[in-house]
């Protein structure tokens, strides 16, 4: 089976322009994540998607940042507008039924604001 | 939030030598997972535990759940440079709630 993918890779961009990336989590996971590792710091929940629903987003930094799931497929997370402290990596990874049973992640975005 | 805290931070070791990681907490967990993560890519699921005192073996990965569920070691024997990569422990606070990862222990295999 496919994998998690993410895209894009790598995004280079200026502070204060908007960025999106997009998960496409493994088919038929209804669990969806988004995480983060800023330099130097753990890998940090930010929000978990039920099919199309917000089930937790307690680690969302602040309102820059919105989430969607449009039809419990893919996700976006967009950051609007991007501050230098966004830089990181922003994993994604997917599971069919609770955590407990594992994650798979995708590879990463590889965000860095100048 | 809980704190969770793994040691060593870094490990350089020789082919063949063995090699036990650690993994604590002050707080109580319902699972907990180890990652292994590669350059580039993202983690990638070894294990999960979830009763305490329990171990689990996978080839020359041995993994031990605290009988109290707050700590977790990894034990690998004769250590491959295959085996280089962070390693990464996540425990999960309530069930179904997500988890918590710590910093990782980064191990360097030396052929």
């Known amino acids: 089976e496919a994998g998690v993918t993410q895209f894009p890779s790598h995004s280079v961009i200026e502070k204060g322009q908007t960025v999106t990336l997009r998960c496409d989590p493994i088919?038929?996971?209804?669990?969806l994540y988004w995480y983060r590792r800023v330099m130097g710091k753990e890998i940090k929940f930010l929000l978990h998607f039920v099919k199309e629903s917000k089930q937790d987003e307690s680690g969302m930094p602040n309102n820059r940042f919105l989430a969607e799931r449009t039809g419990g497929t893919y996700s976006t997370l967009k950051v609007q507008p991007a501050e230098l402290e966004d830089s990181g990596v922003y994993f994604c990874?997917?599971?069919?039924?609770?955590?407990?049973?594992?994650?798979?992640f995708g590879s990463g975005t590889r965000l860095t604001v100048v | 939030t809980q704190l969770l805290e793994q040691s060593p931070q870094f490990l350089s070791i020789q082919e063949g030598e063995n090699l036990t990681v650690y993994c604590n907490s002050s707080?109580?967990?319902?699972?907990l997972q180890w990652y292994r993560q590669e350059p580039g890519e993202g983690p990638v699921l070894l294990v999960t535990v979830v009763t305490g005192g329990e171990v689990k073996k996978l080839k020359r990965l041995t993994f031990q759940f605290g009988d109290a569920r707050k700590d977790s070691s990894l034990h690998i024997t004769a250590a491959q440079p295959g085996d280089t990569g962070l390693y990464l422990c996540?425990?999960?606070?309530?069930?179904?709630?997500?988890?918590?990862f710590g910093p990782g222990t980064r191990l360097s295999v030396l052929p």
């Open positions: 707080s109580v967990f319902s699972s």
């Open positions: 996540a425990g999960e606070e309530n069930y179904g709630q997500n988890f918590v």
């Open positions: 088919s038929g996971h209804d669990n």
């Open positions: 990874a997917s599971s069919q039924g609770s955590g407990v049973q594992g994650y798979t």
